[in-house]
């Protein structure tokens, strides 16, 4: 209604204007003295790292941060000493790290000399590292009481990456699905939510198309260098699409005090595969950083013997960015990336499809630009503007001849998993007919079903555009921070006109910190969405350590829980209708509701971690899709109940080497339903399991070092898990059955994968590698009627000049 807009606008500007005051307001008390034309334009900060023994502590890194930017590094020697050089009247945050001790910050004002900094260090967490999507600022690990799973440029090359989804499959709590070869539409489900429930960050710019969707496949590990996953819900933060995780991938970057650095590797292998890459990056005058770097990948297809066309994929990326302080106060900081894949679309091969003349190219542009500025020592702020496109076409230039799929099944056609329809295998027409005449009952509690499958010529085109406004003010005291802010964007169709959709949000956040012990996080967002009124989602974050970090049989203990509220809007062509839909304008913003409780412990001296978290999530307002059985007859989407899921997260680490030995495991156990009182569709149908989520799925990771030689090894395990085959087959009658009905395979059975790598570091700044992909050979179907990758070997070697001084 007009009069309810006006209410709702007003205090967005109000709110908006005092958001801005803030930094006005404080600022003159913070900003310190002037610093004129005759003060020096730096000064050296110098002093000891030493541990609480009162013994140095030499090998520690200490980072001279200035408005968040490194600006200075210098690692203490043997004496524990350190000397950085730092610009003259501006506050500088020393970040000082060393393995086996707890990060530690050190605040300094903007004296123009100032007094020695003796900084020592607590015992910290073996695994420690900073992540910042927990909270949107830079926070150690040990003290972050989210879900979180981070992962260095180290494990990537461990892992032998390729793409994004490869990476995320090792996430506890987190199932990767891909319907088939590299390249192929690979999708994630977190905690037993749906696949659009993840928000995608790329240096801190939102990758997601309209609606959350998001393909996992076309990122390539090449452009990360850091890449973290919190679980739960986090639209007190991030606002839309963060219902089941937030995952941002962090570029690759130098600090303002790295010499000039080229990296690259390249590698070549099975099914015609190449993937390279090369990067130039550095520093310059300890106040400017830059980095520049392309990536290439591709494949012929790994089942060129079973169709009649190449099935290749290609992509080519690029990303740039860089970084410089302006004065004292100011630093400024950008980036673009452009990608673009070309794939095809073959179908499901494992029922006989074999698509010609099918294409699946797609291309996006993302970029950004952060300005931030300090007010004193305390208050801080950064402004970022942000933009996201995307384009896409998939087509089908070419009706193929019909083809038939022939089946044996077995279980109950349209029951409830783990009771429904089972492939027992394919057979071909000549088979089939001989079954039919015999009965149509090939063994005990089994039938036949058939289906006639054609496709036809089409192209469809699909746009999408983002562009974002962010401003975040932070507040800092005695370990507390305070962080306030608005953001805005706007969804668009640039192939449609009128279907566009505004958001404009404000959020607050207070982190606490009690005897460095104990943390807590309040916060929560207000977002209003263009026909779709407000919604205020809320946030609870705490925790501590029962046993703080120490040496003995037990060397830590920590407990948190989270409750969170997160938001999904309507895609805009659920909102707005498309080609075959009709329009859906009271469509309802899907909602969740999520909590986890869990306990961290660490045994012998750090060198055992374990970890047990329960989680619990109410999904509502869900988005399903509905045939045109009623009204005008033509498919919509509708709002139904929804779906829960809870379960369990366990994860072991041999974290400490043993021998050179490193090893990690973890299982994961979801229950998940359907609970609506609508069905829509066999897929939700009240009690029905969520589609393609595993109740039981794990991973095991390991790795061995000797010198220069390194053998990493990993292992996948998913559990059966509901899916559907989208046949519609239809059954051959026979005594148990005397009535044809239309049913699927719903049931996808399990599998295991296992990989091999081997690195030899043949020279200070080259390592040659080898890996293999599932070496098992494990035949399975990600996706039901997409094969998965068989056994597959690339060999290669990877380029890294240094840079730093």
Request: glycine share 12%; net charge neutral.
């Amino acid at each position: 209604m007009p009069g309810e807009a006006t209410v709702m606008r007003l205090p967005f500007r109000s709110l908006l204007v005092s958001l801005f005051l803030i930094p006005v307001a404080i600022g003159p008390a913070e900003a310190g003295r002037y610093i004129g034309p005759s003060a020096p334009t730096s000064v050296a900060v110098q002093g000891v790292v030493s541990d609480t023994t009162g013994g140095v502590v030499a090998g520690a890194t200490v980072n001279a941060v200035v408005a968040g930017r490194s600006v200075s590094r210098a690692t203490t020697g043997a004496d524990g000493a350190f000397r950085v050089e730092v610009p003259a009247g501006v506050p500088v945050e020393l970040r000082v790290r060393r393995t086996g001790f707890a990060d530690q910050v050190v605040a300094i004002t903007g004296d123009a000399a100032p007094r020695p900094q003796n900084i020592t260090l607590q015992v910290g967490g073996v695994s420690d590292t900073l992540v910042v999507t927990a909270s949107r600022a830079a926070e150690s690990r040990t003290r972050v009481t989210e879900s979180v799973t981070a992962f260095t440029r180290a494990d990537l090359d461990a892992l032998g990456a390729s793409s994004l989804a490869d990476i995320v499959r090792f996430v506890p709590g987190v199932n990767v699905e891909a319907s088939g070869r590299e390249g192929a539409v690979t999708s994630m489900f977190s905690r037993g939510g749906e696949s659009d429930y993840n928000l995608v960050l790329i240096d801190g710019v939102r990758v997601n198309q309209s609606g959350g969707v998001f393909d996992f496949s076309r990122i390539n590990a090449a452009e990360i260098e850091r890449l973290e996953v919190v679980r739960g819900a986090q639209s007190s933060l991030w606002g839309s699409d963060a219902m089941g995780s937030v995952v941002q991938i962090f570029t690759r970057r130098a600090g303002a005090a790295n010499r000039p650095q080229v990296s690259g590797s390249t590698e070549g292998g099975s099914f015609g595969t190449f993937r390279g890459d090369a990067r130039l990056m550095g520093g310059a005058s300890g106040r400017v950083d830059y980095s520049a770097g392309v990536s290439r990948r591709q494949s012929d297809g790994a089942f060129a013997d079973l169709l009649p066309e190449d099935d290749t994929f290609k992509q080519t990326a690029f990303d740039a960015g860089g970084g410089a302080t302006l004065g004292n106060r100011v630093a400024v900081r950008g980036g673009v990336r452009s990608t673009t894949a070309d794939g095809t679309s073959v179908g499901a091969i494992a029922y006989g499809a074999r698509n010609t003349g099918s294409a699946y190219d797609t291309s996006d542009r993302s970029g950004h630009v952060d300005l931030s500025h300090s007010f004193g020592s305390r208050l801080s702020g950064t402004a970022s503007f942000n933009y996201f496109r995307y384009k896409s076409v998939s087509a089908d230039t070419i009706a193929d001849a019909p083809y038939f799929t022939y089946a044996v099944l077995e279980g109950t056609p349209n029951a409830i998993f783990p009771n429904g329809t089972r492939l027992v295998r394919l057979v071909d027409a000549v088979e089939f007919d001989a079954l039919v005449a015999a009965g149509a009952t090939p063994g005990a509690g089994q039938f036949l079903a058939s289906r006639r499958s054609s496709n036809f010529p089409f192209t469809s085109k699909s746009e999408f555009e983002r562009p974002a406004f962010r401003y975040q003010a932070d507040y800092d005291w005695s370990g507390q921070r305070f962080s306030a802010g608005y953001e805005w964007e706007r969804e668009f169709n640039p192939l449609s006109d009128n279907v566009r959709l505004d958001n404009q949000s404000l959020f607050v956040q207070q982190l606490f910190s009690a005897r460095d012990r104990w943390f807590a996080t309040v916060g929560g967002r207000l977002d209003r969405k263009e026909s779709a009124d407000t919604f205020f989602s809320p946030k609870l974050s705490a925790g501590g350590y029962l046993v703080p970090f120490t040496s003995g049989a037990v060397s830590s203990l920590k407990v948190f829980g989270n409750l969170g509220q997160g938001i999904k809007s309507p895609s805009l062509s659920e909102r707005f209708g498309g080609s075959f839909t009709d329009p859906a304008p009271d469509l309802k913003v899907e909602q969740a509701r999520t909590g986890d409780i869990g306990v961290e412990a660490t045994f012998a001296n750090q060198r055992y971690r374990a970890l047990v978290t329960y989680f619990n999530n109410d999904y509502t307002d869900q988005i399903a899709y509905r045939g045109g059985v009623a009204g005008d007859g033509i498919p919509e989407y509708i709002n139904i109940d929804g779906s829960k899921a809870d379960g369990w997260e366990m994860e072991w680490a041999l974290q400490r080497p043993w021998a050179g030995l490193t090893a990690s495991a973890s299982y994961t156990y979801v229950d998940h339903r359907v609970v609506t009182n609508v069905s829509t569709s066999q897929q939700f149908q009240p009690g029905q399991p969520l589609l393609r989520r595993p109740k039981n799925s794990g991973n095991i990771r390991a790795s061995w070092v000797s010198g220069r030689v390194s053998v990493n090894a990993s292992a996948r395990l998913v559990g059966d898990r509901h899916d559907n085959s989208f046949l519609s087959l239809r059954t051959v009658p026979n005594a148990a059955r005397p009535m044809p009905i239309t049913t699927d395979i719903t049931v996808n059975p399990g599998y295991t994968v296992m990989s091999l790598g081997l690195d030899v570091r043949a020279h200070a700044l080259i390592t040659l590698y080898v890996r293999g992909e599932n070496v098992a050979n494990e035949s399975y179907e990600s996706v039901l009627g997409y094969p998965a990758m068989p056994r597959s070997f690339v060999a290669g070697v990877r380029v890294n000049t240094g840079g730093r001084r």
